[in-house]
């Protein structure tokens, strides 16, 4: 096997939980290959590095190997090297860390009696 469509292969190796999702985020741009948005049927070979950006991180990852079929979570290492640089990588941790704020996202602004509980809170604590 010297290729496999770009679609079928983030399928198997478990970027994708399906391979029309898989198609639609090539579509949508957010896989790329030297900067260039790959096409699902475009073909990937041995050796081909390429991105898939999800959220506000980027990952990069290297074929080793081809196939198919889709591979169970422990067999992926095998196939595919996760090469993501470390500063995206610290851009993921930040957005966990924004995450675990005191406020759920999309509440809004805190209301008055929000802001009165914060600040006896804050006073009882600080004094």
């Known amino acids: 096997m010297a290729e496999v469509r770009v ?28 900067g260039v948005q790959l096409k699902p049927s475009r ?4 050796g081909d590095c390429f991105s898939v950006r999800r959220g506000p991180v980027t990952f990069t990852y ?5 196939t198919e079929n889709r591979l169970g979570a422990k067999l992926v290492p095998e196939y595919m090297q996760d090469i993501t640089p470390p ?3 610290e851009l993921l941790e930040l957005a966990r860390m924004a995450s675990q704020s005191g406020r759920d996202r999309g509440t ?20």
């Open 62 to 66: 290297r074929v080793l190997a081809l």
């Open 43 to 46: 073909t990937f070979h041995v």
């Open 108 to 127: 809004g602004r805190p209301t008055k009696k929000d802001r009165r509980d914060i600040e006896s809170f804050m006073s009882d604590y600080y004094y």
């Open 87 to 89: 500063e995206q990588l």
């Open 7 to 34: 679609d079928k292969y983030l399928w198997a190796m478990r970027l994708y939980k399906t391979r029309s999702i898989a198609a639609d985020a090539c579509k949508n741009g957010r896989i790329t290959m030297n």
